[in-house]
């Protein structure tokens, strides 16, 4: 079965910080990672997406997230953090073998101080 | 959000009462996806559907909870006789196609509480 790890539960930056959102996935096979964003308050919003080609991908508000094959893996990255990126990133799969169901890791709370 | 569509907001219910979920999905989405998502934990899949059919629900407990998606209407997640266990917030994804790579539009949940 797949299962998502997410590294970090709580992750705290300071506005212009660096930051990088660790995702491990436990999938041998040819799988679809995504990326989504919750807001406080608000619904999931898509950050990104990797379906095949480049494996690293550009997404909404200066994120992006670079696919390594050999270690099933899909980090999130953003150069400068703003007070806004404070939010809870969830970290997805799915694999055409076990249908269209997205699993998810258990979410990476980050919060931004300004 | 114009995307899809989840009411209510917030549900109370009290052990052994009935809850109602519904998700209308994006216009131009005939499937629809159930997750829940338990305090502290990630979002767990419950099930798939297209319209007036059940793809994969692999997800859902094998009593009290079940789903539909008819032809006209809304998609509908029902648990019966709910239990303090229930607790949670569930949230409905719909996509425009049946392939994997179709991204998933979620809506804002239903946090569920049980009394």
């Known amino acids: 079965a797949q299962s998502v790890s997410q590294h970090n539960h709580h992750v705290i930056l300071s506005e212009a910080a660096s930051l990088e959102l660790g995702c491990n996935y436990s999938y041998g096979g040819t799988v679809n990672l995504f990326w989504y964003v919750q807001y406080p308050g608000q619904h999931l919003q898509l950050l990104l997406k990797?379906?095949?080609?480049?494996?690293l991908v550009k997404g909404i508000k200066g994120f992006e997230a670079e696919f390594i094959k050999s270690k099933f893996s899909f980090n999130l990255r953003k150069p400068s953090v703003q007070w806004s990126d404070t939010a809870e990133y969830f970290c997805a799969v799915n694999a055409m073998e076990y249908g269209n169901k997205l699993v998810f890791g258990a979410g990476t709370i980050l919060r931004v101080k300004s | 959000n114009a995307g899809v569509m989840q009411n209510p907001r917030h549900l109370v219910r009290r052990r052994g009462q009935e809850a109602r979920l519904r998700c209308s999905p994006m216009?131009?989405?005939?499937?629809v996806y159930w997750y829940r998502q338990l305090p502290e934990e990630g979002l767990k899949f419950m099930v798939y559907l297209q319209k007036e059919n059940i793809i994969d629900e692999s997800g859902m407990p094998k009593e009290r909870f079940s789903a539909e998606f008819p032809k006209e209407g809304p998609s509908i997640l029902r648990i019966q006789q709910v239990v303090r266990g229930d607790s949670a917030a569930y949230f409905c994804?719909?996509?425009?196609?049946?392939?994997?790579?179709?991204?998933?539009?979620f809506g804002d949940g239903t946090r569920l509480s049980i009394l």
């Open positions: 216009k131009g989405h005939s499937h």
């Open positions: 990797y379906f095949s080609g480049d494996p």
């Open positions: 994804a719909s996509s425009g196609g049946a392939m994997s790579n179709q991204p998933q539009h």
